[in-house]
């Protein structure tokens, strides 16, 4: 069973034999219309993606700036 990151990660990365790390970097006014109609469209933007890639990445990587950007929201959605 992992414990460490580094444990977890190399286990993904064999896994989905990928080694790519998917960054979760949203902008607001750049969002699709499918997830801006969303309650809290950030998190239905970072479902979206990890949800569509998860099994051919090996890790996520949010950019904390852009999700600390749009206030609590953005911090409730990461």
């Given at each position: ?27 607001m006014g750049q969002l699709p219309a499918c997830v801006q109609q969303a309650e809290n469209p950030l ?36």
């Amino acid at each position: 069973m992992s414990t460490t990151f580094i444990d977890k990660l190399r286990e993904a990365q064999d896994r989905n034999r990928s080694w790519v790390c998917v960054g979760l970097d949203p902008v607001m006014g750049q969002l699709p219309a499918c997830v801006q109609q969303a309650e809290n469209p950030l998190l239905a933007f970072g479902r979206a993606i990890v949800e569509a890639t998860a099994d051919v990445v090996s890790a996520f990587k949010p950019n904390l700036a852009f999700w600390l950007a749009e206030g609590l929201p953005g911090l409730a959605a990461l």
